[in-house]
């Protein structure tokens, strides 16, 4: 009985259920900076909603190049460089921020999904490390990557709700890959990590969180604490979600493998779609401290958590809690 139950369900879910990429991040679609400009929110176009950066030309703090991308992604033409520095507050904050947002229809808040990135640094405009910095979060900061706090302030501290849970230094020239494991119907959350070109490995198992999300409010990039002068650049490639099973290899990203056996086919890694609930706009979802709350074409929360204020800081495309 139970194994029909599982035939009926992998067949339901077939379409779904082989790593598919439900959002993709790659940088093939951008040759030069000023492509993420063609986004805004009246022409939400693309892959990538870029609005969160400080008051200087795009170019001062995005870049592409074959030269920033992991070598060991074959699929990829290049990466990204990104740079926060003195002039990158954004909307009134005290904070550096320059971060790039999925644009995307797909519902990226339900079930079981791998948030694929991978980052660098190298010597040149290296990031401080006595200086708080938030990496490839989310609004909640259910999860997330951060550097500069914590035991060790030289590495990459993965942090579930502000708590540390395991750290890697956080070295010049190497690539560091990482694949957040979300159950946003379990709650739970686990890491997978590797460098270079070697496959990603499960480095933490799932563990509690407040998984959350309205899928647009994934940060991939970087906020700093404090306003510094001094300019930092942060490499990113290899961007992309996908629901399971996980694709451990880099460089062949979201597709079913084909020379490499599955991760993992345990029927118990597979969530029925039916029991995930959408995004929806009746009451009860309250938005976070930052998060969108409004704007055309807007179909997630528009109550903001207490204290803050639903406030339009670009009307009429786009309302924040404040
Ligand atoms: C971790 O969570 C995922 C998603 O729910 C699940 O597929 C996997 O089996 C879990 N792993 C363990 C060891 O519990």
Redesign the pocket.
């Known amino acids: 009985m139970l194994s029909l139950t599982w035939a009926i369900l992998s067949a339901l879910t077939l379409s779904v259920s082989a790593g598919n990429k439900i959002w993709d991040g790659s940088f093939n679609p951008f040759t030069t900076a000023t492509d993420f400009d063609k986004w805004d929110w009246s022409t939400p176009v693309g892959t990538y909603q870029w609005y969160i950066h400080g008051s200087q030309s795009t170019s001062r703090y995005l870049a592409v190049s074959s030269d920033y991308k992991n070598p060991a992604m074959s699929s990829e033409q290049r990466g990204l460089k990104l740079t926060i520095d003195g002039t990158s507050n954004w909307n009134g904050q005290t904070l550096e921020r320059t971060e790039l947002i999925p644009q995307t229809s797909s519902n990226l808040g339900s079930g079981?999904l791998f948030y694929h990135f991978s980052v660098k640094r190298s010597s040149t405009n290296p990031p401080d490390s006595t200086l708080e910095h938030q990496v490839c979060f989310f609004e909640s900061h259910f999860t997330e990557l951060k550097y500069g706090v914590g035991s060790n302030p030289t590495s990459l501290t993965w942090m579930i709700s502000g708590a540390e849970q395991w750290n890697i230094p956080f070295d010049a020239n190497t690539w560091f890959n990482f694949a957040y494991?979300i159950?946003f119907s379990?709650g739970?959350v686990?890491l997978w990590a590797s460098t270079g070109s070697d496959p990603l490995k499960k480095v933490v198992?799932?563990r509690s969180a407040p998984t959350s999300t309205n899928s647009a409010d994934w940060h991939l990039g970087v906020l700093r604490i404090v306003t510094n002068q001094t300019p930092e650049d942060w490499y990113f490639s290899g961007v992309y979600v996908e629901n399971?099973p996980i694709t451990t290899a880099i460089g062949s990203g979201g597709s079913p493998p084909s020379s490499s056996p599955p991760a993992s086919t345990?029927p118990?890694?597979t969530q029925p779609t039916t029991t995930q609930a959408p995004t929806t706009t009746t009451a009860g979802p309250t938005q976070t401290q930052w998060g969108q709350c409004g704007g055309v074409g807007w179909t997630g929360p528009t109550v903001c958590a207490s204290p803050f204020t639903c406030t339009p800081v670009s009307p009429p495309y786009y309302s924040q809690c404040i």
Do not use: E, F, K, R
Request: aromatic share 0%.
């Open positions: 079981n494991d159950d379990a739970t686990g198992q799932n399971g345990s118990s890694t």
